[in-house]
Structures are given as C-alpha cells and as structure tokens.
C-alpha cells in the first residue's frame, strides 16, 4: 500500500522557516520522483518542486526558486522541503505527491498524470 505523509507544517511569522516533510513507503522509489504542491483557498493547485530518484534532478517552480530547498535522506524515504524567507502569500496547505515521471508532471500544468498524493500540511505565514 502506498502512503505518503506530509508534516512539518504551523504558523510562522513572515521571514522565518519551516521543514517540511513527506514520509513515503509502498512503492520503488528509484523509479519515481516526489513533488510538493501547495494550495491557497480560491487558487489552483501549484507545484512547488520536485526531486526525481530515477536521475538525480530537481525542480523549482519560480515562486519556490532561491527560497526552497528539496532533499532527501539516504534511504530514499523521506523528502524534505526546507522553506526560508517564508512570506503571507506562502500560506497554503502543502502536500507531497508521486511522479512517475523525472519531475515532468510537477513542471507542467497538469498534475492529473500524478501517480499518488498524501495528506496535506497546513502552513501558515502570518505578515
């Protein structure tokens, strides 16, 4: 069985940190990539970044570019997002989500071709 956890998330003021963290167990990781989306009341699912297991690559949306860092642990069973200069506008809840692909459904615009998702995390940047 596929799971994914996502947690880490709470209130942070405007500026400060958080890490988030996406437990994975059920499936071949090296066949796959993690990605981390967010989502605001009102606005549409975003993705944020993704690491792919299958070569090594990560990805970066703009809004996460220079702020977010993804990374995992050896074993392959536990993504990070670490999140600095956090801002009001990052408040969403965040989620972790398998791609079968080298991150190229977390990159485009449509995540229906995403393979799994796990619970969300509730971040929230007060100003």
């Known amino acids: 069985e596929v799971q994914l956890q996502a947690s880490g998330g709470g209130l942070v003021q405007a500026g400060g940190s958080l890490r988030l963290s996406c437990a994975a167990s059920?499936?071949?990781?090296?066949?796959?990539?993690i990605g981390w989306f967010r989502q605001a009341p009102g606005k549409e699912r975003e993705g944020l970044s993704c690491?792919?297991?299958?070569?090594?690559?990560?990805y970066y949306a703009d809004s996460a570019k220079g702020r977010f860092t993804i990374s995992s642990d050896n074993a392959k069973t536990t993504v990070y997002l670490q999140m600095n200069s956090l801002k009001p506008e990052d408040t969403a809840v965040y989620y972790c989500?398998?791609?079968?692909?080298?991150?190229?459904?977390?990159?485009?615009?449509?995540?229906?071709?995403?393979?799994?998702w796990g619970t969300g995390t509730q971040v929230t940047v007060s100003s």
């Open positions: 989500a398998v791609d079968p692909t080298p991150c190229t459904v977390v990159a485009g615009d449509d995540y229906s071709g995403m393979d799994y």
């Open positions: 690491i792919s297991f299958s070569d090594g690559n990560t």
């Open positions: 059920g499936f071949t990781v090296d066949d796959n990539a």
